[in-house]
């Protein structure tokens, strides 16, 4: 069971926007910036996300992050064949002095 | 550009013990913070620990905490994770990842490919 709640899975067509959703409580985003990750089948994670809606420079402007209250949510707009991976939310949690993630949503683009 | 290499993934007995280590270059490594993130298979992603930039500050999960032991050696460039009292739901690929500058909460900007580690009898 994660602290953090994802849906298990989204799709959507090529070219269309989706977004994923990421909830917690006060003592983790309520509280914490949020970062997002992307991960592709066989691969190791990569940040795609900080601070609530920061994108590294290497992340295309396809990508955004949001953040009220107590969640957080990750839009892709333009989704190509290669959005397909599973993305996670992560942050830290002051009450249990630990980083938490949610349990991952996998992104199918149809 | 920022690399993270793992290694000391084995086969392990339950009960066993195991350091995993991550060399790390392309970056002032004793100003950040350093993380283990490991990855069941086929589940998510879960937090292990983390190591502050000067090693003094060291957060564990509560699954790990009292058998893991994260520690770094700043001259070497190197964090490591030492493992005992393994257990079967240990089993997972362990990456380490880069983290902020001198806090130890997230985010986890770059990531190694990660190593396996596979408790069984």
């Known amino acids: 069971q994660s602290v953090l709640t994802q849906p298990p899975s989204v799709s959507a067509a090529p070219g269309q926007k989706v977004t994923i959703s990421c909830s917690g409580s006060?003592?983790?985003?309520?509280?914490?910036?949020v970062s997002w990750y992307q991960q592709l089948p066989g691969t190791a994670p990569k940040l795609l996300i900080y601070?609530?809606?920061q994108r590294p420079s290497r992340i295309p402007d396809r990508f955004s992050g949001s953040k009220a209250g107590t969640s957080a949510t990750l839009g892709i707009t333009g989704l190509q064949t290669g959005d397909e991976a599973d993305y996670y939310c992560g942050t830290w949690d002051s009450s249990l002095s630990a980083g938490v993630f949610g349990g991952g949503t996998k992104l199918t683009v149809l | 550009q920022v690399q993270l290499v793992e290694s000391g993934g084995a086969v392990v007995q339950p009960g066993g013990s195991l350091r995993l280590s991550c060399a790390a270059s392309?970056?002032?490594?004793?100003?950040?913070?350093m993380h283990w993130v490991r990855q069941a298979p086929g589940e998510g992603l879960e937090w292990v620990a983390v190591?502050?930039?000067?090693?003094?500050?060291?957060y564990y999960a509560d699954a790990v905490k009292g058998r893991f032991t994260i520690s770094r050696d700043n001259s070497k460039n190197t964090v490591y994770v030492q493992m005992s009292s393994l257990k079967s739901e240990d089993t997972a690929i362990y990456y380490c990842?880069?983290?902020?500058?001198?806090?130890?909460?997230?985010?986890?900007?770059?990531w190694g490919q990660g190593t396996l580690v596979t408790v069984s009898s």
């Open positions: 990842a880069r983290g902020r500058i001198a806090v130890t909460h997230p985010p986890f900007s770059f």
């Open positions: 190591i502050s930039y000067d090693g003094n500050n060291k």
């Open positions: 006060s003592s983790n985003i309520g509280n914490n910036y």
């Open positions: 392309g970056f002032t490594f004793s100003s950040f913070a």
């Open positions: 601070e609530d809606d």
